[in-house]
């Protein structure tokens, strides 16, 4: 199977104005198996919905220490999110194009969004990228994101590799 990998952020996206003074910018790619899907919520899906078991309790942790702060737990988010629109997984879906599908939430502690691109014309064939930009506000978030920074990198890999086995047709 084809590893996730970093690559430099897709500057196409609807997210590129938000690049600038980002404290955590972020890109990872795999290429995707034949057979794969081409529907890019069914791929975002596969990624954000269909955690491994340590993602799962690696989020659990996440938010039961958040909480001694006063941050929403995931579950919050994605309720409140699921009451105004589309979620995938907990995240509110902010924008989908026929190329793009953004998601993302605002906190008292940081700005989050992600962006998930599924590139056609790639040299080795499709490949599913996902970018992530943060904005801290705040001492909290800037202590959150160096904390969850290593375990987000790995996360996010984890995730493209769950996709690229689970969406085929």
């Known amino acids: 199977m084809t590893k996730a990998r970093a690559v430099p952020m897709p500057s196409n996206s609807v997210l590129a104005p938000l690049y600038a003074g980002a404290d955590l910018l972020d890109a990872f790619a795999i290429q995707l198996p034949p057979a794969a899907s081409d529907d890019l919520e069914v791929l975002a899906r596969?990624?954000?919905?269909?955690?491994?078991?340590?993602?799962?309790?690696?989020?659990?942790?996440?938010?039961?220490?958040?909480?001694?702060?006063?941050?929403?737990?995931s579950h919050a988010v994605g309720l409140a999110a699921a009451a105004r629109g589309p979620v995938i997984g907990f995240f509110p879906v902010l924008s989908k194009s026929a190329t793009e599908l953004v998601v993302g939430a605002d906190d008292r502690h940081l700005d989050f969004r992600?962006?998930?691109?599924?590139?056609?014309?790639?040299?080795?064939?499709?490949?599913?990228?996902?970018g992530t930009v943060v904005h801290c506000h705040n001492p909290l978030g800037r202590i959150y994101l160096t904390a969850i920074a290593p375990f987000h990198r790995v996360i996010v890999r984890a995730s493209l590799e769950q996709a690229a086995r689970a969406t085929k047709i």
Not at 47 to 71: F, H, K, N, S
Not at 114 to 120: E, F, K, P
């Open 46 to 73: 596969a990624a954000l919905e269909r955690q491994a078991w340590w993602i799962r309790a690696l989020t659990r942790i996440r938010d039961v220490v958040m909480a001694t702060v006063g941050i929403k737990s």
């Open 114 to 130: 992600v962006t998930i691109q599924l590139l056609a014309g790639a040299a080795n064939g499709r490949e599913l990228v996902a």
